[in-house]
């Protein structure tokens, strides 16, 4: 497995932006498929984002797309997530997950991911 740390998180005003960071080690980077899920008080963990290993291919929930960007950088082992116009309803607690690209898969739900980071705090306050 690779060991995952986020960092980034905290308190902004809607419409603002925050950068979270997910830097990862243990692995060979570039072969892992890199996602940002987020768990709000009382809900299931949800998907925000993925990002497969060369970083061609990026897929995002409906809620975030437009607003937010997810990137990587292989030789700095490490995925970002950009979040602009940030609203409420994206208070959460963020985490970042990682999974061998074999075997294949969709790569949105918690189940795909068998790495995780201990999760980042993002609060928007209205």
């Known amino acids: 497995q690779v060991q995952l740390v986020e960092s ?3 308190l902004v005003q809607a419409g603002g932006s925050l950068r979270l960071s997910c830097a990862a080690s ?3 980077f570039s072969n892992y498929v890199m996602a940002w ?3 709000a008080p009382g809900k299931e963990r949800e998907f925000v984002s ?3 290993w060369s970083g061609s291919s990026t897929r995002y929930a409906d809620s ?3 607003r937010f960007t997810i990137s990587r950088d ?3 082992n490490t995925v970002y997530l950009q979040m ?3 609203k409420p309803e994206d208070t959460a607690v963020y985490y970042c997950a990682a999974q061998d690209r074999n075997p294949p898969g969709p ?6 991911f068998g790495s995780w980071g201990q999760g980042t705090q993002v609060t928007v306050s209205s």
């Open 8 to 10: 980034g998180g905290g």
């Open 26 to 28: 243990g692995r060979t």
């Open 107 to 112: 790569w949105t739900r918690p189940s795909d």
């Open 74 to 76: 292989n030789a700095r």
């Open 37 to 39: 899920f987020r768990q």
């Open 50 to 52: 993925r990002i497969t």
């Open 64 to 66: 975030v797309k437009d």
């Open 84 to 86: 602009n116009n940030l």
